[in-house]
């Protein structure tokens, strides 16, 4: 399908040492995706493969891990989960493996926002043809 030819064309932006985790079977394609959203800190992507071969985490902890590397809780404190965060996370999930491409959905209170991302214009023609909103 197209969306599995895309996700294994995301997969050749990782770093040798990371494709060699993935050949081995250390890690995931599901890790592997994961870890392109610490781009362009190879070292950072490294470090987080190693730990989620050593140590089994599964594609979400990883992911978990990621949004901390990203966005640190500071002065504004730790990020708000609702009581639909459990079904948001699950909707995070079914979008993320229908678009090929890491998904946010952010709830509060039944209201919120869903961010899709792509790396390029040819990522977001595709996600626009899944979507079913062809230019």
Request: hydrophobic share 40%; charged share 30%.
């Amino acid at each position: 399908s197209r969306p599995a030819v895309a996700n294994f064309m995301r997969l050749l932006e990782l770093p040798e040492s990371i494709k060699g985790m993935l050949s081995s079977g250390a890690i995931s394609m599901g890790h592997g995706r994961a870890l392109l959203g610490l781009a362009p800190d190879v070292a950072a992507m490294e470090r987080v493969a190693r730990k989620a071969a050593g140590s089994g985490l599964s594609v979400r902890q990883i992911e978990d891990a990621i949004g901390r590397i990203r966005k640190p809780r500071g002065k504004g404190g730790a990020r708000k989960r609702t009581a639909g965060g459990a079904e948001a996370r699950m909707l995070e999930h079914q979008l993320q493996r229908l678009l090929g491409t890491r998904v946010r959905v952010r709830d509060a209170k039944g209201k919120g926002t869903i961010e899709i991302a792509y790396s390029s214009l040819d990522e977001l023609d595709r996600i626009l043809d899944i979507l079913g909103m062809n230019h």
